[in-house]
């Protein structure tokens, strides 16, 4: 799985914005929460709706409720505004746009 994300360029992690480096730290994330949605089952095997993250950024994003420490995308997501988080998200969705399927 690994190797597939790095030759799409997809190997970023959705949490942080960071480089996974490693397939021994890749993790798949769902965007949006399937478990207790009204399609859970939809929103599971929906591939807009998956991404990779860090191992350890995504266990964390979900123990926390705070979310990831500034900068990265899961604090903008969740309201930061600052210069940082903004510009980590805007190079997050500058990676996503760039994928073709």
């Not at 899961?74 to 505004?81: D, H, M, P, S």
Request: charged share 30%.
């Amino acid at each position: 799985m690994y190797d597939l994300a790095k030759r799409l360029d997809i190997h970023w992690c959705y949490q942080c914005g960071a480089e996974i480096e490693s397939s021994k730290d890749i993790s798949i994330e769902h965007i949006i929460p399937w478990l207790h949605s009204e399609d859970p089952k939809g929103l599971f095997f929906d591939l807009k709706n998956i991404v990779f993250s860090h191992k350890s950024c995504n266990y964390g994003a979900a123990r926390s409720r705070k979310g990831m420490p500034c900068p990265s995308t899961t604090a903008y997501q969740k309201g930061c505004r600052c210069e940082g988080c903004k510009r980590v998200n805007s190079e997050y969705k500058k990676k996503l746009r760039s994928r073709s399927y």
